[in-house]
């Protein structure tokens, strides 16, 4: 793999939270939303562009999303002067059917990835998934199809594991970049999140991710490609679930985010 090839960031943050008493995506941890938090990971870990895939309180997670996606568009747009309406696009699948609305210019963010400076600032485009109620599955699915041709790969991301840090994702990028076309961030030899899946491998992610699972069927299924990368320095891939699990992490972190 080359320097050139873009790998795109996906964060879900489409879920309702019922354990927590409302959606994740919008609470704050160390000054920021988790929604903002997981957009800063992968941009800062080397992902453009990052799309974010929202359901449960859409409006008010895309208005804390909107002064970084309003940025992002602009500068996309001064750029390319060409771009994807934010119309949406029906993808049928199994009878049924998925209205995927992607609300920025996917194609022109794409753009971004060659040449962006690393202290730019890097916008999300928003990816609404109006099925969000029957679980994680259809988020990634709806974020898998809204993301650019350009993108060779992708690191997925959830919103509600803020202890995880940029470097996991450099990690994995480096792994594609040296050949990886699926690779997991390993916290003491147990695979969790993120994880990066190559372009190829799209279609079957999507057609395994049913109900409330993501990747997992896909990761299970091909034990043999995936690359484990060892991330035990690179964060902690805890998840808030309840209002005690935020609270646990809040003391546990000491904030540095490198």
């Known amino acids: ?14 879920g ?9 995506a919008l609470v704050e941890f160390e000054g920021e939303r988790l929604a903002g938090r997981g957009v800063r990971l992968l941009a800062e870990g080397g992902c453009r562009p990052v799309l974010v895939v929202v359901g449960a309180a859409e409006a008010a997670v895309e208005a804390e999303l909107k ?11 001064g750029d390319t002067k060409a771009g994807v309406g934010a119309d949406p696009v029906e993808h049928a699948t199994g009878g049924a059917t998925e209205e995927v609305e992607v609300g920025a210019v996917a194609e022109a963010l ?7 400076a690393e202290d730019a600032e890097v916008g999300a485009v928003v990816v609404r998934n109006p099925l969000w109620e029957t679980g994680m599955g259809s988020s990634l699915r709806a974020g898998l199809r809204a993301l650019p041709p350009s993108a060779a790969a992708v690191v997925i991301a959830l919103a509600d594991q803020p202890l995880v840090r940029p470097e996991a994702v450099r ?24 994880v990066l899946i190559a372009r190829e491998h799209f279609a079957e992610v999507e057609a395994l991710a049913v109900g409330d699972v993501g990747a997992r069927p896909f990761l299970r299924a091909h034990p043999g490609l995936v690359t484990a990368v060892a991330c035990d320095d ?6 808030v679930d309840t209002p005690d699990d935020l609270r646990r992490l809040r003391g546990a972190n000491g904030g540095d985010r490198r």
């Open 16 to 24: 309702g939270g019922s354990r927590f008493g409302g959606p994740k």
């Open 110 to 116: 794409g753009g971004m990835a060659k040449g962006a």
């Open 1 to 14: 793999m080359t320097d050139e090839e873009v790998v795109a960031g996906l964060l879900l943050a489409a």
């Open 234 to 239: 690179a964060g902690d891939p805890a998840d």
């Open 171 to 194: 990690r994995l990028v480096a792994a594609f970049r040296d050949g990886a076309r699926v690779a997991v961030a390993a916290y003491g030899g147990v695979p969790r999140n993120p």
């Open 67 to 77: 002064g970084m996606t309003e940025s992002a568009v602009e500068k996309a747009a």
